[in-house]
């Protein structure tokens, strides 16, 4: 069930997170990491500017999360300090332009009785009458595509395992991510990461496998996910889908949720 969330920012910190591709950060408090646990990928959320604002002029989706451990902010830069470690990333779906935040915002007083806290989930009730106070379509006919919409491929299957790391990586900078092959792990090289800014760790990486052994595949990706919660993904040949359901469901069974598949053939799709 999704879930929506409101966050709560000054005018300086909501400029910073549009500026770094939609980034948003919580301090590692209690409640917050409870909290943060709890997100979703597709969760709603609700931009809510304090003062002067005082008032929703946004809603976006939970595009990913992640746990950051390099300074992103501008006041994490000052210090060399990670402050805001709890990280998700978002998609907007609508925002007011800055000029207008103060003469169209929503806002109500109820609203305004729960905006003490920084981040918290907003009853359904709130969300929908934020909606149509900006003119957006009541959530029930809100919908979002899904990748397993796209339908499998036919192309050519003499692809090369280079060939196809050009392929994700030029996916990658279409959806403007910052684009790395052969990105440097402790236990080798993964072969294409995407990472929303230069800065941050890798969001997506990717192993591609077009023959042999995938078992140190799938352990680099392991460690990707481990060490920064990245979403992890398999480039191989169906042939191969066996051998990974059984390592999935013994050896690295801790990923077995995490980790998604993808055949050679639908990659050259998705381009």
């Not at 989706?61 to 300074?71: E, G, L, S």
């Not at 000029?99 to 920084?118: A, H, P």
């Not at 072969?191 to 595949?217: C, K, L, M, N």
Request: hydrophobic share 40%; charged share 25%; proline share 4%.
């Amino acid at each position: 069930m999704i879930q929506y969330w409101l966050i709560v920012g000054s005018k300086k910190n909501w400029h910073v997170a549009f500026q770094n591709n939609n980034i948003w950060g919580l301090k590692p408090f209690q409640q917050l990491q409870a909290l943060w646990n709890m997100i979703r990928e597709g969760d709603g959320l609700l931009f809510y500017v304090s003062k002067p604002v005082h008032g929703i002029v946004g809603f976006g989706y939970v595009a990913t999360k992640f746990r950051q451990n390099h300074p992103l902010w501008p006041e994490e830069i000052k210090n060399n300090s990670v402050i805001w470690p709890l990280r998700f990333e978002f998609d907007i779906e609508y925002c007011l332009p800055p000029s207008l935040w103060e003469s169209k915002k929503y806002t109500s007083k109820d609203l305004q009785n729960i905006t003490r806290m920084v981040f918290q989930c907003l009853p359904i009730e709130e969300v929908e009458a934020a909606r149509k106070a900006l003119g957006l379509e009541p959530l029930t006919s809100t919908q979002k595509l899904n990748l397993s919409e796209i339908r499998d491929s036919n192309i050519q299957t003499d692809i090369t395992h280079d060939d196809l790391k050009d392929y994700l990586a030029e996916i990658g900078r279409i959806q403007n991510f910052v684009v790395d092959k052969e990105y440097p792990i402790e236990s080798g090289f993964l072969d294409v990461v995407w990472r929303r800014v230069q800065r941050s760790v890798p969001t997506y990486a990717f192993e591609v496998q077009v023959r042999g052994d995938i078992y140190h595949a799938i352990a680099k990706l392991k460690h990707a996910h481990d060490l920064w919660n990245s979403h992890i993904f398999l480039i191989a040949n169906k042939s191969q889908k066996t051998k990974l359901e059984e390592l999935l469901s013994g050896t690295f069974h801790e990923i077995a949720n995490h980790l998604k598949f993808i055949d050679i053939q639908l990659v050259g799709e998705l381009l």
